[in-house]
């Protein structure tokens, strides 16, 4: 690796921070390529460019200043990858990969063809295709393109909720009845060497549809841990891809483990690798990038990941309450992701709660759970 590797980040938000903040061991000159000109990443990157990562041009000549390109978030020009891949840029995950992946549809059908289990699935054109498929229910839809953080979901039982159902390409996907929701990261680099974070397991909130907590290790049978690393493993062996790969799974009622979707980028699943493992999810993505051995990825500490949201009713500049007595309980963390406005369910950070045992984690996260409140 030489001196100073200039890597542009496509996306400004907490994921490209922590990212930056494990690159500064590397000595990394970082780009930020970001549409909002508060972003977290903006004032922590080396240049910040204001501007959309949606944007063909835009993109380009972004990425034609970086020696390697990566995203925080799928929903980028994938054409422009393309482009800049052709003209000698290294680009991860390549663009084939994110153009699959931001693709629900193409995703699944991805799955399918590389025998990875995944639950049964129909492609609709619109909303009008329902009505084919009642017998299909019930299930969930899920727009095809721009669905992030619980948004572009909707459970459909019957036909009573047709009235809810998105007009927009689509996939309809097989309600599952699953005891469990699960989380493997998994990291490629250029070598081929892979190495899997241990399983984790996913609370969901019950509004907002998106990750409220999770428990590492996961309480979930030896065998059918080995069985949901492979399956990661497949998975990003399969795309081919560099770089770090989350994949959520359902751990059904029956012992089957099934992918529900996959993301090419660290990952909410990942947030508590900061301080519970030897390697963090950040620091992984980038040795996969740079071509550096992968680091470990063996727990040092049981932990829970608390997601800070911003409080129901709350509008404007954030303020932080109790973060004293949260940081008075032992093994507790706190990560704000420099947001300066909250708005009600938005990620304004997380929590980690360290325990020797996973009981002593949670204990110690039940304490504080209901402390930390982010208002405006």
């Known amino acids: ?176 009845d699953f005891e469990k929701e699960i989380s493997v990261i998994v990291a490629r680099n250029a070598n081929g060497e892979v190495t899997a974070f241990p399983v984790v397991e996913l609370s969901f909130h019950p509004e907002h549809n998106l990750v409220d907590s999770l428990f590492a290790p996961a309480n979930v049978a030896y065998k059918l841990q080995r069985h949901a690393i492979e399956i990661a493993t497949r998975v990003i062996e399969a795309f081919d891809m560099v770089g770090i790969l989350a994949v959520e799974m359902f751990l059904t009622k029956d012992g089957l483990i099934l992918v529900n979707e996959v993301a090419p980028r660290p990952h909410n699943s990942g947030h508590h690798t900061i301080k519970a493992n030897y390697t963090s999810q950040y620091e992984q993505h980038l040795r996969a990038i740079l071509s550096l051995p992968l680091g470990s990825t063996e727990i040092q500490s049981a932990a829970v990941m608390l997601n800070l949201l911003g409080e129901p009713g709350f509008d404007g500049e954030a303020k932080y309450e109790g973060l004293q007595e949260a940081l008075a309980v032992p093994g507790v963390y706190i990560h704000l992701y420099g947001k300066k406005y909250t708005r009600p369910a938005r990620k304004m950070g997380h929590i980690t709660v360290l325990g020797q045992t996973i009981e002593e984690a949670q204990q110690r996260a039940e304490q504080i759970k209901n402390v930390i409140k982010v208002k405006a």
């Open 1 to 176: 690796m030489k001196g100073e590797v200039k890597l542009g980040i496509l996306g400004g938000g907490q994921l490209g921070r922590m990212l930056m903040q494990a690159g500064l061991d590397f000595n990394i000159y970082t780009l930020v390529l970001d549409p909002d000109e508060n972003a977290p990443c903006k004032d922590i990157c080396n240049e910040f460019f204001v501007g959309s990562f949606r944007d063909f041009d835009t993109v380009y000549e972004f990425g034609k200043q970086c020696d390697i390109l990566t995203i925080e978030i799928e929903h980028v020009n994938a054409n422009a990858l393309e482009k800049l891949e052709q003209e000698g840029v290294k680009v991860y995950p390549d663009a084939k990969t994110v153009r699959t992946i931001q693709d629900k549809g193409l995703q699944k059908e991805f799955f399918s063809k590389h025998n990875i289990p995944t639950s049964d699935f129909k492609i609709l054109a619109d909303k009008t295709e329902l009505e084919q498929n009642i017998d299909f229910l019930p299930a969930f839809q899920k727009l095809r393109r721009e669905g992030y953080d619980g948004r572009g979901v909707t459970r459909l039982t019957s036909e009573a909720d047709f009235g809810k159902a998105f007009e927009e390409p689509s996939v309809l996907e097989k309600l599952v």
